[in-house]
T-cell receptor, first 117, second 111 residues
Framework: DGGITQSPKYLFRKEGQNVTLSCEQNLNHDAMYWYRQDPGQGLRLIYYSQIVNDFQKGDIAEGYSVSREKKESFPLTVTSAQKNPTAFYLC????FGPGGSSYNEQFFGPGTRLTVL | GQQLNQSPQSMFIQEGEDVSMNCTSSSIFNTWLWYKQEPGEGPVLLIALYKAGELTSNGRLTAQFGITRKDSFLNISASIPSDVGIYFCAGLMDSNYQLIWGAGTKLIIKP
């Protein structure tokens, strides 16, 4: 089955530790995205990548880092510099292309809930 | 970052009622997407719209791409308990390839 997987579902971290969230897709999509969602809030873009070995900062990139070494993988590292990392993290992917078409429909993984103890 | 104006923020409805929600912006969009998110899960795409004035249905859900290209509407007819969740709109502008998101409409069905 094609889709997006995120692991783990729940993650606990001590303050001051870096932690990496996994995101894998087998949809052959070019673009991948990381969003953060806080309780009762919408989605805020952290980083996105439109092609392998290239990525761009979103609205709230501070304290996060990413890599895109393979088309199917886009891991997110939450560093100790992120002041308030407890949140629900969502990964998404899309084909990527001109607007007004299905190219930019984003499909989401099940999410990872990160809690800092 | 920029955000769409989505309303209402939440809705309490009786089972069987029709539901309407909308998203507006001062900017022009070439794509509107409507998603539903259930607790602890990722959003699921419900309906995608690509042309001004377009009306698209998915079962009891109907969405419209506003004629001005600055708004979109989602209607749910004859609501049932499994409609509970948060509905998000997202739009794509001509000027960039990043989706702009609304803050969501939380749908709650009265017991």
């Amino acid at each position: 089955d094609g889709g997006i997987t995120q692991s783990p579902k729940y993650l606990f971290r001590k303050e001051g530790q870096n932690v990496t969230l996994s995101c894998e897709q087998n949809l052959n999509h070019d673009a991948m995205y990381w969003y953060r969602q806080d309780p009762g809030q919408g989605l805020r873009l952290i980083y996105y990548s439109q092609i392998v070995n290239d990525f761009q900062k979103g609205d709230i990139a501070e304290g996060y880092s990413v890599s895109r070494e393979k088309k199917e993988s886009f891991p997110l590292t939450v560093t100790s510099a992120q002041k308030n990392p407890t949140a629900f993290y969502l990964c998404a992917s899309s084909i990527f292309g001109p607007g007004g078409s299905s190219y930019n429909e984003q499909f989401f993984g099940p999410g990872t809930r990160l809690t800092v103890l | 970052g920029q955000q769409l104006n989505q309303s209402p923020q939440s809705m309490f409805i009786q089972e069987g009622e029709d539901v309407s929600m909308n998203c507006t912006s001062s900017s022009i969009f070439n794509t509107w997407l409507w998603y539903k998110q259930e607790p602890g899960e990722g959003p699921v795409l419900l309906i995608a719209l690509y042309k001004a004035g377009e009306l698209t249905s998915n079962g009891r859900l109907t969405a419209q791409f506003g004629i001005t290209r600055k708004d979109s509407f989602l209607n749910i007819s004859a609501s049932i308990p499994s409609d509970v969740g948060i509905y998000f709109c997202a739009g794509l502008m001509d000027s960039n390839y990043q989706l702009i998101w609304g803050a969501g409409t939380k749908l709650i069905i009265k017991p």
